[in-house]
């Protein structure tokens, strides 16, 4: 038997955390067993109980066994199964907020017409796989601003019990129009999941994120917050720069005070530059984010708010590269990638006209092992090669902050967990 090549070893106090990025296993060991660990494999065998404990967590594998095959079959797999139709629909890219660093700036708006609708649900069920089972994403735009269609829409697809076996949907809105009326008659639409904006407290939000009128919106959605919350499940999302970084102790101080800590999850991501700003100077770098993430990922889990997310799922690719995963505009453009919704030039097809398989051919055959730096990367299982639409241009091959910060990562992962 040998150690697997994806056993991250960090030292703690007196103590030694192992973490498989592979198998997600972790565990704790003495300084005794920690010894062990780092000599040679026959004295690991030679102990039972530490040989058992390593194998169960993926930590000692068998000589035969080549795990970065294993990893690429697990990838290919998962991308290939096509359990189910995911679907990312924006019915439209009107928005009634003017946030400054939104990358739908100067895209084509509009609202899906009645003829799209139909297209739509002739694409539906055109690509259902064998299970029939269906997950719509509700985007925008402000999807809100859309509610009629996503009525309609939704009914319909509810009423196709012979066809369709399993219909659920999730909505990112900004949740200035998520009123109470709003909120119940989604939940009857089969909206199972929420994600709603925050940057920050009241004064900061309201300058980032304010109507097209200039008024401020903070106070609306914390309002629509408090009450979807009992309703749906909820996540808030802060996109954070150098302007807010500081805000986030106050602002978890805003969502206890209002009773949220246990009704919502959350999570931070950072702001992008925008083309479309007029100064970008706010926005932190790939590095300085990655390293003030691990500060406001700690901070959130202190203060006892559930996480939005696993802070590592390696088993996952980006959702770009499965099959069965298509993003869809106003216009019935197809897409991969939601950065690239609403660019024509970037569609892989259109409801009307099917798919255009030369290009979707790019995005399913997509490699992620083929750079052969990554294959001794012990954080391989987690990063996947980072954005495959990064990948594909050109535009970047830089590690993901995983690889720097795995340490910090998993001490935090371990501290959440136990």
Request: aromatic letters at 10%.
């Amino acid at each position: 038997m040998k150690l697997s090549r994806f056993n991250i070893i960090i030292d703690l106090k007196g103590q030694t955390l192992v973490y498989n990025s592979f198998s997600r296993g972790v565990i704790l060991l003495d300084s005794d067993n920690a010894e062990l660990l780092k000599g040679s494999i026959s004295k690991i065998l030679d102990n039972a109980e530490l040989r058992c404990v390593l194998e169960e967590n993926g930590m000692l594998v068998q000589d035969n066994i080549d795990e970065l095959k294993m990893l690429k079959f697990v990838d290919r797999y998962q991308r290939m199964a096509g359990r189910v139709l995911s679907l990312v629909v924006a019915p439209t890219m009107e928005c009634n907020l003017n946030c400054w660093y939104c990358y739908e700036g100067s895209l084509k708006k509009g609202t899906m017409t009645q003829e799209n609708k139909d297209r739509l649900l002739d694409f539906i069920l055109g690509n259902l796989p064998d299970s029939k089972r269906l997950k719509i994403q509700w985007y925008g735009g402000e999807p809100l601003l859309a509610l009629d269609f996503i009525r309609n829409v939704s009914e319909k697809i509810i009423g196709m019990k012979d066809e369709i076996s399993s219909f659920s949907a999730g909505m990112i809105t900004n949740g200035y129009l998520l009123d109470e009326k709003t909120v119940l008659e989604l939940k009857k639409l089969n909206v199972g999941h929420i994600q709603i904006t925050l940057d920050g407290t009241r004064e900061t939000h309201d300058r980032k994120r304010c109507l097209k009128n200039g008024k401020g919106t903070f106070d609306r959605i914390l309002e629509n917050i408090s009450f979807a919350s009992g309703i749906i499940p909820l996540t808030i999302r802060v996109n954070i720069d150098k302007e807010n970084f500081y805000e986030m102790d106050d602002l978890l101080d805003i969502l206890q005070k209002n009773n949220l800590k246990d009704k919502i999850s959350i999570y931070a991501s950072s702001v992008k530059p925008s083309e479309y700003a007029a100064d970008n100077s706010c926005c932190m770098s790939e590095s300085e984010y990655g390293k003030n993430e691990l500060i406001l990922l700690e901070k959130i889990i202190k203060r006892g708010f559930q996480y939005a997310y696993e802070i590592f799922n390696p088993l996952d690719s980006c959702a770009a590269v499965f099959d069965k995963y298509y993003i869809i505009d106003p216009h019935g453009s197809i897409y991969k990638c939601p950065m690239q919704i609403g660019r024509a030039d970037m569609s892989v097809g259109s409801i009307d006209k099917g798919l255009d398989y030369a290009k979707l051919s790019d995005w399913i055959l997509y490699d992620p092992f083929q750079d052969v730096k990554c294959h001794e990367c012990k954080v391989l299982p987690i990063c996947k090669g980072g954005c495959p639409w990064a990948r594909m241009s050109g535009r970047s091959s830089s590690c993901s902050d995983y690889k720097s910060n795995i340490a910090d990562y998993t001490r935090i992962w371990f501290s959440q967990s136990i």
